[in-house]
């Protein structure tokens, strides 16, 4: 059964950059059937799609966030990882791993989730 | 302020059917397909629709899904207190090239 779990610091300072690293288990990252990505949710609030990559490292990005993200997939070892630059307070939030299905977009598989706080 | 829209409360009695509504644009709903996710309390979103009107294995056939123009819609039947939770609509978004999630519409089991 696909595993997924969110690693990284649980607090960043601002203006820093946050850098978190999924592993995957029970399943390869480097299936052609799958995009990896990563999800935020602010507390209290809702579900914000941060961007999604696949084994190739082709990668799509929101908009909103695409100048500071980086996303970025090391298959030797089974992961992905996220970094978010310049980070303020409003980038304090869950942050949440997923598998995305390559043809129909939907996420089937998601990580716990991890807390990060932006705070000096 | 989200792409897709989303009453922010629903509630219902035990055994009702109730309906929580998603509203978009031809850019992402008119275009593409909506999936529903779940949200219990203090947990990650479980994938609940997919496809319009998919169910996941596992997903009760109480829960259902339906798509008309730029606007779709999730049906719970039966409702159970089991169901309150937080349930997300999403879809991809052609102009921005992107996923784009609804603001989640808080279901209460009265």
Redesign the interface.
């Known amino acids: 059964q696909l595993q997924l779990q969110e690693s990284g610091p649980g607090v960043v300072r601002p203006s820093e950059t946050l850098s978190l690293t999924c592993a995957v288990s029970g399943g390869s990252i480097d299936s052609i059937n799958y995009f990896w990505g990563w999800i935020r949710q602010p507390p209290g609030k809702g579900l914000v799609w941060i961007g999604s990559i696949y084994y190739s490292g082709s990668a799509y990005y929101n908009p909103s966030l695409k100048s500071r993200v980086t996303i970025s997939v090391d298959t030797s070892k089974n992961q992905f990882s996220l970094k978010l630059s310049s980070v303020t307070a409003a980038d304090t939030a869950v942050y949440y791993c997923a598998r995305r299905d390559f043809s129909e977009a939907h996420f089937d598989s998601w990580g716990q989730g991890t807390l990060v706080t932006v705070s000096s | 302020q ?1 792409v897709l829209t989303q009453p922010p409360s629903a509630s219902g009695t035990p055994g009702q059917r109730v309906t929580i509504s998603c509203s978009g644009s031809s850019s992402n709903i008119g275009s ?2 909506v ?1 529903w ?1 779940q949200q219990l309390p203090g ?5 609940l629709i ?2 319009n009107n998919q169910r ?1 294995s596992g997903v009760p056939d109480r829960f259902s899904g339906s798509k008309s123009g730029t606007s779709a819609s999730l049906a719970i039947r039966g409702l159970q207190s089991e169901d309150e939770a937080d349930y ?1 609509c ?3 978004d052609d102009s ?9 519409t808080k279901l209460t089991v009265l």
């Open positions: 989200s593409q397909a999936d996710y947990t990650a979103p479980k994938l997919y496809s996941p997300y999403a879809a991809w921005l090239n992107g996923g784009v999630f609804g603001g989640g």
